[in-house]
């Protein structure tokens, strides 16, 4: 099963150009979630979405838009790149409507470098 | 608000040691806590989690957690700790089914041979 899969690995990008960081996952979660990680500051959250056709802003929202047109999807876009968005970018799932379990799987990252 | 406060950023342990991760969280119901690893490059893994019953909680990698509740703490154990437990650990706390995480600064762990 490959669970939670990530796109790119890792992007340089020059600032002021946008970029979809792309996340599908194949465990039919009803919950995703993108996380950046940063030296320090452990995960912060930037948005999430309970169910497909959801979506709601996390710690860090500013600067990021998401969308989630199907269960398996869900894509991180950066309208216009600064260089405060160099950062690893976490995509995680979870079954959030079972009771008594909201374990979170994770993707292994996207490093992006804005210059 | 929730948050976590993970005080220890880099802890440094001889193979074969015992190891304490220290956790302390602030939610005001209870709480449920998880203990993530990272492993340089990777994303994170599930160690164990609490959510209600037996405060002594065991997970993978021979790892234990005790939930107190009168320290508002969740302590990571593991009596021997091996060189591959190199990593960087992170508590973690959700206010229920909302399951939205929110993660302590982490703690790195080093192993000395």
């Known amino acids: 099963t490959a669970g939670i899969t990530q796109a790119p690995t890792s992007q340089i990008l020059a600032a002021g150009r946008s970029m979809t960081l792309r996340c599908t996952q194949d465990?039919?979660?009803?919950?995703m979630y993108w996380y950046r990680q940063d030296l320090g500051l452990g995960l912060r959250l930037i948005h999430y979405?309970?169910?497909?056709?959801?979506?709601g802003k996390g710690e860090v929202p500013d600067g990021y838009s998401v969308s989630r047109a199907n269960t398996d999807d869900f894509p991180l876009t950066l309208a216009s790149a600064v260089p405060s968005q160099t950062s690893v970018y976490f995509c995680?799932?979870?079954?959030?409507?079972?009771?008594?379990?909201?374990?979170?799987?994770f993707g292994p990252g996207t490093r992006l470098t804005v210059l | 608000a929730q948050s976590v406060t993970q005080p220890d950023i880099h802890i440094t342990v001889s193979e074969g040691a015992s190891l304490e991760l220290r956790c302390n969280y602030s939610?005001?119901?209870?709480?449920?806590l998880f203990w993530y690893v990272q492993s340089p490059g990777q994303g994170l893994q599930l160690l164990l989690k609490y959510f209600s019953g037996d405060t002594l909680v065991q997970g993978i990698k021979g790892f234990e957690a005790e939930f107190k509740r009168s320290q508002s703490s969740f302590n990571l154990r593991k009596p021997s700790v091996h060189w591959s437990d190199a990593a960087e650990y992170f508590c973690a706390v959700a206010s229920g089914t909302a399951s939205k995480l929110t993660f302590g600064t982490g703690t790195r762990l080093q192993v000395t041979l």
């Open positions: 979405s309970n169910t497909a056709g959801t979506t």
């Open positions: 465990m039919r979660h009803n919950a």
């Open positions: 995680a799932s979870s079954d959030s409507f079972r009771v008594g379990s909201n374990e979170q799987f």
């Open positions: 939610y005001g119901a209870t709480p449920y």
